[in-house]
Protein backbone atom coordinates (compact mmCIF):
# COMPACT_ATOMS: atom_id res chain seq x y z
CA UNK A 1 0.00 0.00 0.00
CA UNK A 2 1.38 3.16 -0.94
CA UNK A 3 1.72 6.01 1.84
CA UNK A 4 2.90 9.40 1.51
CA UNK A 5 3.19 11.76 4.95
CA UNK A 6 3.67 15.08 5.14
CA UNK A 7 5.12 17.00 7.93
CA UNK A 8 7.01 20.30 8.50
CA UNK A 9 4.17 22.69 8.31
CA UNK A 10 3.82 25.62 10.80
CA UNK A 11 3.38 29.48 10.88
CA UNK A 12 5.82 31.38 10.00
CA UNK A 13 6.19 35.06 9.71
CA UNK A 14 7.25 36.83 6.33
CA UNK A 15 10.54 36.16 5.56
CA UNK A 16 10.70 33.19 6.55
CA UNK A 17 12.02 29.44 6.06
CA UNK A 18 10.16 26.03 6.64
CA UNK A 19 11.34 22.37 5.34
CA UNK A 20 8.57 20.27 4.41
CA UNK A 21 9.04 16.23 4.19
CA UNK A 22 7.11 13.78 2.74
CA UNK A 23 7.87 10.10 3.72
CA UNK A 24 7.67 7.53 1.22
CA UNK A 25 6.61 3.68 1.62
CA UNK A 26 5.03 1.37 -0.47
CA UNK A 27 6.62 1.70 -4.00
CA UNK A 28 10.39 1.44 -5.48
CA UNK A 29 11.26 5.16 -4.37
CA UNK A 30 13.62 5.72 -7.09
CA UNK A 31 11.22 4.96 -9.75
CA UNK A 32 8.88 7.05 -8.84
CA UNK A 33 8.97 10.99 -9.95
CA UNK A 34 7.07 13.07 -7.37
CA UNK A 35 5.97 16.74 -6.90
CA UNK A 36 4.69 19.08 -4.16
CA UNK A 37 1.34 20.64 -4.98
CA UNK A 38 -0.24 23.38 -2.75
CA UNK A 39 -4.13 24.51 -2.36
CA UNK A 40 -4.79 28.04 -1.18
CA UNK A 41 -8.46 28.96 0.62
CA UNK A 42 -10.74 28.96 -2.48
CA UNK A 43 -8.55 28.29 -5.02
CA UNK A 44 -7.51 25.19 -7.03
CA UNK A 45 -4.24 22.85 -6.43
CA UNK A 46 -1.09 24.58 -7.72
CA UNK A 47 1.51 22.28 -8.67
CA UNK A 48 4.92 23.81 -7.64
CA UNK A 49 7.35 22.09 -7.78
CA UNK A 50 8.88 18.23 -9.02
CA UNK A 51 11.42 15.95 -9.13
CA UNK A 52 12.51 12.53 -10.60
CA UNK A 53 13.91 10.56 -7.91
CA UNK A 54 15.78 8.11 -10.52
CA UNK A 55 18.37 11.03 -12.27
CA UNK A 56 17.79 14.32 -10.03
CA UNK A 57 16.08 16.63 -12.38
CA UNK A 58 13.95 19.01 -11.14
CA UNK A 59 11.17 21.51 -12.24
CA UNK A 60 9.68 24.72 -10.24
CA UNK A 61 6.70 26.87 -10.77
CA UNK A 62 7.30 30.55 -11.33
CA UNK A 63 5.87 31.99 -7.99
CA UNK A 64 7.84 29.68 -5.80
CA UNK A 65 11.52 29.86 -8.20
CA UNK A 66 14.51 31.18 -6.44
CA UNK A 67 12.63 30.56 -3.08
CA UNK A 68 11.77 26.83 -3.37
CA UNK A 69 14.11 23.79 -3.12
CA UNK A 70 13.21 20.49 -3.71
CA UNK A 71 15.01 17.27 -2.82
CA UNK A 72 14.78 13.40 -1.67
CA UNK A 73 16.86 11.24 -0.31
CA UNK A 74 16.58 7.85 -1.99
CA UNK A 75 18.23 5.84 1.22
CA UNK A 76 15.54 7.57 3.61
CA UNK A 77 12.54 7.12 0.94
CA UNK A 78 11.51 10.46 1.56
CA UNK A 79 11.25 14.35 -0.51
CA UNK A 80 11.68 17.55 1.19
CA UNK A 81 10.86 20.95 0.11
CA UNK A 82 13.32 23.80 1.39
CA UNK A 83 11.05 27.39 1.99
CA UNK A 84 12.91 30.66 2.26
CA UNK A 85 11.61 33.86 2.03
CA UNK A 86 7.76 32.50 2.24
CA UNK A 87 5.20 35.07 1.74
CA UNK A 88 1.60 35.38 2.78
CA UNK A 89 0.49 34.64 -0.87
CA UNK A 90 2.69 30.82 0.07
CA UNK A 91 -0.17 30.09 2.86
CA UNK A 92 -1.65 26.63 1.95
CA UNK A 93 -2.19 23.36 2.60
CA UNK A 94 0.99 21.44 0.90
CA UNK A 95 0.66 18.14 -1.05
CA UNK A 96 2.86 15.46 -1.81
CA UNK A 97 2.77 13.52 -4.60
CA UNK A 98 3.84 10.48 -6.20
CA UNK A 99 3.80 9.03 -9.55
CA UNK A 100 5.97 6.31 -11.48
CA UNK A 101 8.44 7.24 -14.33
CA UNK A 102 9.74 10.78 -14.92
CA UNK A 103 8.24 13.99 -14.00
CA UNK A 104 4.88 14.12 -15.78
CA UNK A 105 2.65 17.26 -16.71
CA UNK A 106 1.60 18.53 -13.72
CA UNK A 107 -2.55 17.59 -15.23
CA UNK A 108 -1.22 14.00 -14.80
CA UNK A 109 0.25 14.07 -11.72
CA UNK A 110 -3.33 15.61 -10.23
CA UNK A 111 -4.58 13.03 -11.71
CA UNK A 112 -3.23 9.68 -11.53
CA UNK A 113 -0.53 10.50 -8.80
CA UNK A 114 -0.79 8.62 -5.36
CA UNK A 115 -1.70 11.88 -2.41
CA UNK A 116 -0.86 12.56 0.96
CA UNK A 117 -3.36 14.06 3.22
CA UNK A 118 -1.51 17.66 3.41
CA UNK A 119 0.46 19.97 6.12
CA UNK A 120 -0.63 22.98 6.22
CA UNK A 121 1.52 26.19 5.96
CA UNK A 122 0.71 29.59 7.46
CA UNK A 123 2.78 32.79 6.53
CA UNK A 124 1.72 35.87 8.90
CA UNK A 125 2.59 38.62 10.55
Known amino acids: EVQLVESGGDQVQPGGSLRLSCAAS????????MCWFRQAPGKEREGISCISNSDGSTYYADPVTGRFTISSDNAKNTMYLQMNNLKPEDTAVYYC??????????????????WGQGTQVTVSA
Open 26 to 33: GFTFHEYA
Open 97 to 114: TARFGPIPFLARMLKEGY
